[in-house]
């Protein structure tokens, strides 16, 4: 089973940066896309920002332009750094990563910004 560590959230306020980081225990041969899903009270998981094997990256319109995702294929590790942050980013944030065998979510980390 794959686990996923999340690390990297907490409280800033807004205009404030902060990065998440989710080391994954996957063969990173295997790996399609590793990514970021946030859910904020009321509201349905959506996604962020993914990366695929090959670098291509995808990203939410809220978060175009404020978000970056990139990856570390030799330490299976995915990283999101947020920029310009706003309250709205408010939100718990998972980890998720697809590879050829399995479908995988992490716990999920807050993130609070602040007024």
């Known amino acids: 089973q794959v686990q996923l560590v999340e690390s990297g959230g907490g409280l800033v306020q807004a205009g404030g940066s902060l990065r998440l980081s989710c080391a994954a225990s996957?063969?990173?041969?295997?790996?399609?896309?590793m990514g970021w899903y946030r859910r904020s009270p009321g509201n349905e998981r959506e996604l962020v920002a993914r990366?695929?094997?090959?670098?291509?990256?995808d990203y939410a319109d809220s978060v175009k332009g404020r978000f970056t995702i990139s990856g570390d294929n030799a330490k299976n590790t995915v990283y999101l750094q947020m920029n310009s942050l706003k309250p709205e980013d408010t939100a718990v944030y998972y980890c998720?990563?697809?590879?050829?065998?399995?479908?995988?979510w992490g716990r999920g980390i807050q993130v609070t910004v602040s007024s």
């Open positions: 990366i695929t094997s090959g670098g291509i990256t």
């Open positions: 996957v063969n990173r041969f295997t790996v399609r896309t």
């Open positions: 998720h990563v697809v590879s050829y065998m399995s479908i995988s």
